[in-house]
């Protein structure tokens, strides 16, 4: 294997996902699928190239303009790269007819990229130009439904960050340029984030500073803690804000009424630059088990060395960890030693590095296990291993859900 | 549920995959995930907008200028929405240094979406403006191994398209815009191709008419057959044609050289538009069984029927399909008949239709299985469905392998 490496920049802000960068993501959105089906949401994909004559329908061409990038085709059509699909989706279901209550709710989601054309990209993939978004919207046929729904989505968001397992607050969030009647955000907290966030310890009450400047809790008048913190997901309520200029409506009686919208961002790409931040120490990267892009490296012995004869175990190990469905990786540049692979995997973020070192070509074979996130190191057998893998609470292979529809 | 269909067209050669749609792209993806990773390449993602610079060094910004869509940002920098990503994947590893012919053969694919502005976008998704793609790169240290890699990739080809299971043909191909000097092409065979192959009865020799337009063939000199055909896989040897002006180079000794390439693409919704337009018939949409959205679709009793108390076996059936890992889903739309409900199936191209209908409410409860393909239809009880599922050939939920880098 060549160690490319997680990520590489290619312009300001743009950023390819090299191997095992794509594998934290593709675990990312596994969780993510598997939480959007929970919640009777169902995954499509609209063109990446949005015709600007929506974005005018919505207000947004003007309002946002500046951070759009656009498009023009050979026939002078102009073409929105969305950095978010208010208008696509309003404008698909407009030319879905008829939709009735009985269709609702309708959750529709998708997870790809999205352009914004920031004046200053910064923090890598914190804020990146081109980003990978999960955006699901939902339709109802009120706000009383549609208030529902959205309380059932912040679950699914709660469940979630749990599963990634980095703390995390929710707080009313500011509507900003999406707009709409109620918001919430997901952030975590962070010195190099952006944002302010306003915590009270006293009664849970949180807010973005940006919504109010307050230094007391509005509900129990402690004092409120400020924080620096990474925004990664928000949701918003938006009543009829697109559905109406959009035409997005269902028949519920003889006449068309708007559809009542919700609309729920997860910034996939900016939750792995901000839980390895967290995590990671100068030393060694840190991803949470279940993001890891792989969970067990095993270093094999080096060409030429004593040990070299053991070299075999790297497959029946590799064997007996699929079978256990623990994710793991053999690192055969078998010309580097074993310290330079361990200072790679360590800069990588596997959470466990096992080595066919030394002892390994003993007649009882013994194996070094690493444990990275708690810096111990013990020294076991083939049957050890099993046991020390069947008993820890890391990662299994995720297995994506079937969604029914 | 609300069926809102498979795809749904945007604008001019731009469409919206829907729910059931991108389910038949994540099937295909898995196939391909599934031999890309026999095959030793890993998966990647680039940006997809690449410096129009590096369109510029390789003299392609010229040479196919007009058919690519192009976005300048608020510095006035010139970006390309990639067709293909020659230039972007050189780039990328002209910057990892020292790469050594110890990390070669290196293959790296990505499967994401693509832009050409064609001057006529027609035919649905066989020639859209926005499709996804699968595109690898592979490199090698000099031309008899890159050949040997290429040869390869070709048998994934074979395997792949063996699995979809609709007829194809692979012939020799036109360079084109990509260059190389050996290159080879997938066709499914269709009165509605763009293409024309022509194909020789007697030694299997095969090719594309532009490449050389003859009437009897070159290698045994019997009449070669011509056939209008789609073009859905394309294989390329590029030698150092971008390798060289865009300096990917390796170190065997003390002078780096450079890198020696393949290229090797696959339209994914070209495939997916190409295989139904071949299988299907004027009243029933059909899919290959492995890309089917859903293998089977249970209908459940329209509410107010006599059979309705038969309506909790919907249920107890998809739990027994999901065991035999049988995809499925269940129409409710207890609104509709069952007629409608079929009509919809039919239109779907669901392989096995099961419905709850009148005996099913009767002491020993028999339902009927519908094998759309082949007309049949046989009425049973939950045994026989356990047999029936049993001992089908039908796709078994599509496990994704684990990559092994």
Redesign the interface.
Same mark, same amino acid.
């Given at each position: #294997?060549?160690d #490319?490496g997680i990520i $590489?920049q290619? *312009?300001s802000g743009?950023?390819?996902? +090299?191997?095992l960068? +794509? $594998?934290v =993501?593709q675990k990312l959105e596994a969780l993510v699928d598997s939480e959007m089906t929970k919640a009777g949401a !169902?995954? #499509? =994909?609209?063109?990446? +190239?949005?015709?600007a004559t929506l974005w005018n329908r919505s207000g947004r061409l003007k309002t946002i303009g500046?951070e759009l990038?656009?498009?023009e %085709?050979?026939h002078k059509?102009l073409?929105v790269?969305n950095p978010t699909y208010e208008e696509?989706i309003c404008?698909?279901l407009a030319?879905?007819i008829p939709?009735t209550s009985? /269709?609702l709710p +309708?959750k529709?989601y998708q997870i790809s990229?999205k352009?914004r %054309?920031e004046?200053k990209p910064r923090l890598g993939l914190l804020r990146g $130009?081109?980003f990978v978004m999960k955006d699901l919207y939902t339709f109802d046929t009120n706000l009383e439904n549609a208030q529902n729904t959205y309380n059932k989505i912040c679950e699914s968001y709660d469940s979630l960050f749990k599963q990634i397992g980095v703390d995390y607050v929710k707080v009313i969030g500011a509507a900003g340029i999406i707009g709409g009647s109620l918001s919430h955000e997901y952030h975590y907290l962070s010195d190099i984030g952006e944002d302010t966030v306003l915590l009270c310890q006293s009664c849970g009450y949180s807010v973005n500073s940006e919504v109010l400047n307050l230094s007391s809790c509005l509900k129990c008048n402690n004092n409120l803690s400020s924080h620096s913190a990474i925004e990664v997901g928000h949701t918003f309520l938006l009543d009829t804000k697109y559905s109406k200029p959009l035409n997005a409506t269902f028949l519920d009686g003889p006449k068309p009424k708007p559809l009542v919208m919700g609309c729920f961002g997860l910034g996939l790409t900016r939750i792995i630059a901000a839980v390895v931040e967290i995590l990671s120490t100068n030393e060694v990267l840190r991803w949470p088990n279940n993001l890891a892009p792989f969970n067990v490296c095993i270093l094999t012995p080096k060409k030429g060395s004593k040990e070299e004869i053991a070299a075999p175990y790297a497959e029946q190990i590799?064997g007996i960890l *699929?079978e256990l469905n623990v /994710?793991t990786?053999?690192d055969d540049?078998i010309?580097l030693t074993i310290g330079r692979r361990m200072f790679d995997a360590n800069r990588t973020g596997y959470p466990f590095i096992i080595v066919i070192g030394k002892t390994a070509s003993n007649q009882n074979p013994m194996f070094e296990i690493h444990d990275v996130k708690n810096s111990t190191r013990i020294d076991t057998n083939i049957e050890g291993i099993i046991n020390y893998f069947n008993n820890q609470d890391i990662n299994r292979?995720i297995? !994506?859900n079937?969604?029914?529809?």
């Amino acid at each position: #294997m060549l160690d #490319m490496g997680i990520i $590489r920049q290619v *312009n300001s802000g743009m950023y390819s996902l +090299l191997p095992l960068g +794509l $594998r934290v =993501l593709q675990k990312l959105e596994a969780l993510v699928d598997s939480e959007m089906t929970k919640a009777g949401a !169902q995954k #499509m =994909l609209l063109p990446i +190239l949005t015709s600007a004559t929506l974005w005018n329908r919505s207000g947004r061409l003007k309002t946002i303009g500046s951070e759009l990038f656009t498009v023009e %085709d050979r026939h002078k059509k102009l073409y929105v790269l969305n950095p978010t699909y208010e208008e696509a989706i309003c404008e698909l279901l407009a030319g879905i007819i008829p939709i009735t209550s009985k /269709d609702l709710p +309708l959750k529709l989601y998708q997870i790809s990229r999205k352009w914004r %054309d920031e004046m200053k990209p910064r923090l890598g993939l914190l804020r990146g $130009r081109e980003f990978v978004m999960k955006d699901l919207y939902t339709f109802d046929t009120n706000l009383e439904n549609a208030q529902n729904t959205y309380n059932k989505i912040c679950e699914s968001y709660d469940s979630l960050f749990k599963q990634i397992g980095v703390d995390y607050v929710k707080v009313i969030g500011a509507a900003g340029i999406i707009g709409g009647s109620l918001s919430h955000e997901y952030h975590y907290l962070s010195d190099i984030g952006e944002d302010t966030v306003l915590l009270c310890q006293s009664c849970g009450y949180s807010v973005n500073s940006e919504v109010l400047n307050l230094s007391s809790c509005l509900k129990c008048n402690n004092n409120l803690s400020s924080h620096s913190a990474i925004e990664v997901g928000h949701t918003f309520l938006l009543d009829t804000k697109y559905s109406k200029p959009l035409n997005a409506t269902f028949l519920d009686g003889p006449k068309p009424k708007p559809l009542v919208m919700g609309c729920f961002g997860l910034g996939l790409t900016r939750i792995i630059a901000a839980v390895v931040e967290i995590l990671s120490t100068n030393e060694v990267l840190r991803w949470p088990n279940n993001l890891a892009p792989f969970n067990v490296c095993i270093l094999t012995p080096k060409k030429g060395s004593k040990e070299e004869i053991a070299a075999p175990y790297a497959e029946q190990i590799f064997g007996i960890l *699929n079978e256990l469905n623990v /994710d793991t990786i053999i690192d055969d540049r078998i010309h580097l030693t074993i310290g330079r692979r361990m200072f790679d995997a360590n800069r990588t973020g596997y959470p466990f590095i096992i080595v066919i070192g030394k002892t390994a070509s003993n007649q009882n074979p013994m194996f070094e296990i690493h444990d990275v996130k708690n810096s111990t190191r013990i020294d076991t057998n083939i049957e050890g291993i099993i046991n020390y893998f069947n008993n820890q609470d890391i990662n299994r292979e995720i297995k !994506q859900n079937e969604a029914v529809v």
